[in-house]
């Protein structure tokens, strides 16, 4: 069946002497993986358009129960030249089309999934600086778009709220149910769970909450101590690891690590 779908590339591998081996999350069917024949040919047709991060319009022989699809058009359609002129960002949109690999199920649809891959790379893209907040950000609407979305609005001891959590105490973050808990509560919860628990920093809880909440485009204003963010990294980590498979440190991270040194 020829069909056509908008996708973003995720990476590609070379495959016999001129073609690439190229998986894409689709709006329409998830992820999959094409053949494109000639793609490493000099003359070849599909251009730069088969590129990690490359917005495009793909057109593809799709068959039933195969694995591999036969890709006949690739045509961009964002490129996010912007992204590609910045080694910080290269690789933070690395880390976003990384991490929507390692979560992704083959062929699973997910077009909310779809438009928040394309609605980051847009903001990365235009960002003026403070690219990390992005990725973060995309990690934390990932698990909940998969169906873990943390609560950090409410305290889920005393159901006290904590949008204006102005004090400086720490509070809790318990991994299994993303619950938080406020700092009253998490002296008394803490000692409860020997593992799958975190304090979190009154700065770092606050910031947890906009990269949840706050529109992509306003996400470039936060600025936070290294120790901060050094905090958020690991609570994110520590939240992915506990509810999805296959989440080792993403190779993009050591990246970005080199490019910020």
Known sequence: ???????????????????????????????????????????????????????????????????LHLISQCDAVQSFRSIHDSLEKIAVGLSIVELADRLAHDEEENSAFFSLMVETLSALDRSPRNFQVLGWSFQIRSAALLGYAPSLSICAGCGKSLLENEGSSAVGFQLADGAMFCSDCHKTHKARYAVGYKALSAPAHRILQRLFTSNLESLSGIVCHPSVGNEIDETLRLYLRYHFDNMKDLKSTQLFKSATQ
């Open 1 to 67: 069946m020829l069909t056509t779908t908008e996708a973003i590339v995720m990476k590609s591998m070379k495959y016999r002497d001129t073609s690439k081996i190229v998986t894409f999350y689709t709006r329409q069917f998830g992820k999959l993986k094409g053949i494109a024949k000639g793609a490493r040919r000099k003359d070849n047709k599909f251009g730069a358009s088969l590129e990690p991060m490359s917005f495009v319009t793909l057109v593809l022989y799709k068959k039933e129960h195969r694995d």
